[in-house]
């Protein structure tokens, strides 16, 4: 399966402004979901948003979807140093398997 | 805690001599997952087993192979290592059901010599 596609590729921003990154994908999905990667070190879910919502809030983070488009955005809100890492859109197609579909990622810079 | 451990965290092998990366997991997932990570790219999916049915990706090279002898362990074992399989190894976990959310173990960083 091809994976999605994410923009942009990297941004760098300073601390307490606002993150937002966003992902295309290709074929319809049961949901959709964003990573964090710290450098060198393992994915960690962050949130999860399903094909039948719109929209959805975790503490400082808001995720949106537009299925009719195939794209989602990350928002992260008053930025802090400690959000420096790469972030992956994920992707749980209808079809798909018991497998996940990874975006290219966005690197995320916040600059103290 | 629950949680998917990965050893070694750092692995040094030479041209040619095969290799072997663990993954444990104390979460009791039906699906383990094996993905090969290159520098600032995607995590790309090697192969996964739902319990004992494995599934490999078709673009995944004869040189990788996968057992999972019980429902906590998983091994990925590349035969002969080339300079190119140089990366990071993540195994991830899910309960294959539901929302299939992943659950990463920290990764094994393969050099190869």
């Known amino acids: 399966s091809q994976q999605g596609e994410e923009d942009p590729q990297a941004l760098s921003i300073q601390e307490g402004e606002n993150a937002t990154m966003n992902c295309s994908y290709k074929t319809s999905i049961n949901n959709l979901q964003w990573y964090r990667q710290n450098s060198g070190r393992g994915l960690v879910h962050l949130i999860l948003?399903?094909?039948?919502?719109r929209e959805k809030h975790s503490g400082r983070l808001r995720v949106t979807l537009d299925t009719s488009k195939k794209s989602s955005s990350l928002l992260i809100t008053a930025s802090r140093a400690a959000d420096t890492a790469s972030y992956f859109c994920a992707t749980d197609e209808l079809w798909g398997a018991q497998k996940l579909v990874f975006g290219q990622g966005t690197r995320l810079t916040i600059n103290p | 805690d629950a949680m998917v451990i990965q050893n070694p965290r750092y692995q040094v092998t030479q041209f040619g001599k095969p290799v072997t990366l663990s993954c444990s997991q104390t979460?009791?997932?039906?699906?383990m997952y094996w993905y090969q990570q290159k520098s600032s790219q995607a995590p790309k999916l090697l192969f996964h087993y739902y319990d004992k049915d494995f599934n490999n990706e078709a673009d995944t090279p004869d040189n990788f192979q996968s057992r999972r002898p019980n429902t906590s362990f998983c091994f990925l074992d590349i035969r002969s290592p080339g300079l190119g399989d140089a990366a990071m190894y993540l195994c991830?976990?899910?309960?294959?059901?539901?929302?299939?959310?992943?659950?990463f173990g920290p990764g094994t960083r393969l050099t190869v010599t």
């Open positions: 979460l009791n997932h039906n699906v």
């Open positions: 991830a976990t899910s309960t294959g059901t539901g929302d299939l959310e992943q659950y």
């Open positions: 948003i399903r094909s039948n919502e």
